[in-house]
Nanobody, 124 residues
C-alpha cells in the first residue's frame, strides 16, 4: 500500500509563490512517477505536472509552463511543485498521485494512488 502526504497549500496573494510537497511511503514508490493534479470548483481534474522516478523526464500542462516547476528528492520519496506568479485561476485543490509503472503521464486513470489534496487559494 502507498500513502501520500501533501503539504504547503494555503491562501496567497496574486503574484506570490508557493511550494507544495508530497511525500510517498510504501513499496516501490521510489521507481514510480509522481504527478500533481488540480481541480478547481466546477471543473474536471487536470494534470499540471509529472516527474519520472529519476527526475529526468517531466511533463507540464501548457497552461502552467514557465510558472510551475516540478522536482523530486529521490532519497526522501518527495516531490515538490513550485508555483510562481500565482494567478486567481490557480485556485484549486491540488492532488499528488503516483503512477507505479513509471510512465510519465498526464492521464488521471493511469495513476494508482492519490493524496487527500491541499487547497490553494489565490486572492486578488
Amino acid at each position: 500500500q502507498v500513502q501520500l502526504i501533501e503539504s504547503g497549500g494555503g491562501l496567497v496573494q496574486v503574484g506570490k509563490s508557493l511550494r507544495l510537497s508530497c511525500t510517498a511511503s510504501g513499496n516501490s514508490v521510489s521507481s514510480a512517477t509522481m504527478g500533481w493534479f488540480r481541480q478547481a470548483a466546477g471543473k474536471a481534474r487536470e494534470c499540471v505536472a509529472a516527474v519520472s522516478w529519476s527526475g529526468g523526464s517531466k511533463y507540464y500542462a501548457d497552461s502552467v509552463k514557465g510558472r510551475f516547476t516540478i522536482s523530486r528528492e529521490y532519497a526522501k520519496n518527495t516531490a515538490y511543485l513550485q508555483i510562481d506568479s500565482l494567478k486567481p485561476e490557480d485556485t484549486a485543490v491540488y492532488y499528488c498521485a503516483v503512477e507505479m509503472s513509471g510512465t510519465v503521464s498526464r492521464l488521471e486513470y493511469e495513476y494508482d494512488y492519490w493524496g487527500q489534496g491541499t487547497q490553494v487559494t489565490v486572492s486578488s
